[in-house]
């Protein structure tokens, strides 16, 4: 049935229609005539109206429109001030025509008008002119090339950046350095996480359907708050469209490992098809009632009836292909007086199952194991997204607008592990099934306001409010015992956490407020040549975050005598923990419930921070130098509230307070070379806050089978200093080469270790000192330009690359031992998720075939990344790296005429094993591995 699946798949896809490769091409020149002299007009736009088609002119004022169908157009040239020309062009088939245009001036509209359009900053293009023009380092990548490279997440699109990877998916890592070294805003504002391990939200949260572009920002600017050193992700959502439209799109989804096969979980209700739980995971109202304070324990409450009103077990049904769906519709209404109010909205709903078997396993110094697990997990996760945007024009320059993003994002997840347990010290067999719900609500406004003569005065504003919620309801996990070494197994009564059921709430509340004013003026000059400007721009910025971190366990006490009635005296069934854990056996009294007592459960954090900026950019040489220098000063105040766990619950809250004030200077510099490449540097200082959890010096186990977690309340602000050399070649539109050197040196780095504990335990401690140094690479080329060939298949070929190579290294300090003895392996090592190199390349073959609206294109894109440590050894147990990956991706996206699309995605086509691996003296031990799948996407879509 899955090959049938797949069959069906591809052959919608390249069934689509025939092809014609006799198409035309047009070439030329745009100039103007400057007393008697042709001089090149760049960026002019070129277009022909009947085939959608068009381009911008290189900086000598060429273009080149290949693949056009034979046939009468009307060929339209344009640029701002100057008069717009209308040329009637015939093409036959397989012509090459070259048509010049000589623009002129129209000093009417100069005087008169001002030329009003909307920039697409979905378009690679003119986000290549901004980067170029700019006067600080910065990187984009828009919607039209998030498409191209089949990408459906935020998450998934930063992987095609340079020198950015993912670390199981979510963990950011940007040169070397991971999530407390990055920040994630969505226009401009902070946005909350409702992840509470992570301090960027997870951003396979954030679907591209509502990215209209995503800024990654490497150098420190002053502007924004000063906690990142590796990058600032800025999500630029979509905003009112030019002209009214509604879309419509449905996807569908299989996977080698999963679909049709074997899928065991929790029986579900509707809602949570949908990603909501609904009412059946509830804590029950008796236990939820009686309060933590007195501890939930039915032997001491007389009469107790049963609490629960769902069972155990889970179904074992087959993995169905994926659903998507969505839809989009945006509009703008001219309200004259260059006035106008548009409004874009986006709502999508996706579900997927994954399956993944593997092994899992913690050794010893002498590669004898500790646990020693083959598992499988079950995967059911959906992701909603509600998306809008409302965007008055009051005038040219004057402009407010309203977002609003909610996303709601589930997991119902069955893990089963079966294998050795040294502690235990029998064979076992554990399940454990917990549901996770991740909600989000951004509400933003931005406003945008130009003054005085020549728009030289500009105010920009941006104020949010964030709230996150994160829940596990009704986490149920029972653990059995192989007792006699002969393959059956015994519930665990050794452990009386072992068997139990769990809930969890974190809420955070995020208030983000940014005000800049920005002055222009002319001051080498009198004239007003743009080249002569400078700017100054200054600001402040307010945040304040607070979290609410709350859990409960409730622990099944079984009877363990060993005689013929007591049912847990039997050899159990794992699949069926309801035969057990019923009713019946609880009004028998052969088990109890007991509520585990924990004070340090619950704790409150909070963050608040105020800062103000100021920024100088001018050119100490016309036009060619430009230098920045920037400063910011922060005042931070980080508090936790928060008991251990031999506080008593009526007594008082423990507090631990973080309080900071810092200058982070900025000095940054521009040469510009010549027109088409320029020579960028930038050096700065920043500082990482501890994360709340880090912070809390309470103790929490993330997953079965896993270390055993404690925050540590000595924590203090790490600081970092960057450096960044930068070349940036633009030899034609939509091109670019460029070579980055980089340098960071970390101060007090926050660092997670392993600690020689009774169990494994693993905290968080200020270390001495850190480096990551390399370089960057980044190559994109229209291949007929790149072999210079005319042929118009060939310049419809477009290539992309990137590359980077990282040293880095972090020294340990053994001295803090106020959470135990610091034993790690290694003083001396890289940093923690740093690869060594990373590398992205594509190749996209563009085809025009039967009507003028019909396109398809063939993408073929290939990542690799260098192993990386994910845990550090103690006791000479040798560090844990995650093994090189290799990924390839087959993305077919066709346009069938004006309304209709059709995509076919094949993802991870090699299904390489995802594995961790020790290396020991005598040989390498795999302590965890798994693999995903190849994925076959299909998605079609209707616009109009």
Known sequence: ????????????????????????????????????????????????????????????????????????????????????????????????????????????????????????????????????????????????????????????????????????????????????????????????????????????????????????????????????????????????????????????????????????????????????????????????????????????????????????????????????????????????????????????????????????????????????????????????????????????????????????????????????????????????????????????????????????????????????????????????????????????????????????GLEENQVNVNGEVAYKFNYLSKSNDNSNQGRVYGGASFLSKARDYDWRQVNYRIDNTLNSDNPFGQVADPLNPDNELNQKNYEEGWYDFKEQKDPSSKYFASLDIVGAYANFDYYLVPSRFQLQLGVRVEQSTQTIRYKTLSDLYAGPYRENTLDTINLFPVLGGKLVINNESNLRFSFSQTTSRPMFREFAPIQYLPYFGGIQEEG??????????????????????????????????????????????????????NTDNAVAAGFEVEYTKNFGNLIKADSGWTRNIFVGANFSWLYSRIIIDTTDKSKGTINVTNLDRPLQGASPFLANADITYRLNWNERTNQTDFTLSYNVFGKRITDAGILGIPDTYEMSVNTVDFILRNRLGKNFSLDLKVMNILDPEIRKEQSFVDGNEVVNSYQRGVAFALKLGYSF
Request: charged share 25%.
């Open 1 to 504: 049935m899955l090959k049938q699946y797949i069959f069906i798949l591809i052959s919608l896809a390249l069934g689509a229609g025939s092809l014609n490769a006799q198409n035309a091409k047009l070439t030329g020149t745009i100039s103007e005539d400057v007393e008697g002299v042709a001089q090149a007009v760049p960026f002019a736009n070129v277009a022909i109206l009947e085939s959608m088609q068009g381009t911008t002119t290189d900086f000598d004022g060429n273009y080149t429109i290949n693949n056009i169908i034979p046939g009468q157009y009307t060929m339209v040239v344009s640029f701002m001030g100057y008069k717009a020309d209308t040329i009637r062009v015939d093409f036959e088939s397989g012509e090459s025509k070259k048509q010049n245009v000589a623009m002129v001036k129209n000093m009417q509209l100069l005087k008169e008008f001002e030329v009003e359009a909307k920039v697409n900053r979905e378009s690679a293009n003119i986000l290549l002119l901004e980067q170029k023009n700019a006067s600080e380092i910065k990187q984009s990548i828009g919607a039209q090339e998030l498409s191209n490279k089949g990408v459906s997440d935020v998450a998934d699109g930063l992987t095609k950046v340079t020198g950015i990877t993912m670390v199981e998916g979510r963990d950011l890592f940007v040169r070397g350095l991971g999530d407390r070294y990055n920040m994630a805003t969505f226009n401009g504002g902070l946005i909350a996480s409702p992840n509470p391990d992570l301090k960027v939200i997870p951003l396979d949260l954030i679907p591209t359907d509502i990215v209209q572009s995503i800024s990654i920002d490497k150098v420190y600017m002053p502007r924004y708050f000063a906690d990142y050193a590796g990058a600032r992700i800025d999500i630029v959502s979509k905003d009112y469209p030019e002209k009214p439209f509604l879309k419509a799109e449905l996807n569908t989804s299989i996977n080698s490992r999963t679909t049709f096969k074997d899928f065991r979980n929790r029986p579900d209700g509707k809602k949570e098809f949908l990603g909501y739980d609904g009412t059946n995971r509830d804590m029950p109202a008796v236990i939820e009632k009686y309060g933590k304070n007195n501890g939930y324990e039915t032997s001491k409450i007389e009469d107790q009836d049963y609490p629960y009103t769902t069972g155990l077990n889970q179904t074992n049904r087959q993995a169905m292909p994926t659903t998507g769906l969505l839809i989009a519709q945006g509009n703008y209404k001219d309200l004259g007086s260059k006035s106008g109010l548009g409004f874009s909205v986006v709502g999508s709903f996706d579900n997927k199952y994954q399956t993944k078997e593997g092994v899992d396993r913690v050794l010893k110094k002498d590669r004898a194991a500790n646990t020693d697990y083959t598992y499988t997990a079950h995967e059911y996760t959906t992701n909603t997204t509600l998306y809008g945007n409302l965007f008055y024009k009051i005038n040219r320059t004057n402009s407010v607008s309203y977002n609003v993003l909610f996303i709601n994002s589930s997991e119902n997840n069955s893990t089963t592990h079966e294998g050795f347990n040294n502690d235990q010290g029998y064979d076992l067999i554990t399940v454990r099934n917990p549901f996770f719900q991740d909600q989000m609500m951004n509400h933003q406004m931005v406003g945008k306001h130009l003054f005085g003569d020549q728009d030289k005065l500009a105010v920009n504003w941006n104020a949010s409010y964030s709230k996150a919620t994160n829940k596990e309801k009704d986490r149920i996990q029972n653990v059995w015992l192989d007792l006699e070494d002969d393959n059956n197994y015994y519930y665990n009564t050794l452990d009386v956490a072992s068997n139990h059921r769990f809930w969890s």
């Open 712 to 765: 540590n309340a000595n924590l203090k602000n790490g600081y970092s200093y960057n450096g960044d050399l930068k070349y940036e070649l633009f030899p034609e539109i939509g091109e670019k080469f460029t070579f980055t050197v980089f340098g960071k040196y970390l101060y007090n780095p926050i660092e997670r270790i392993r600690m020689e504990a009774a169990t494994p335990l693993a905290t968080y401690i």
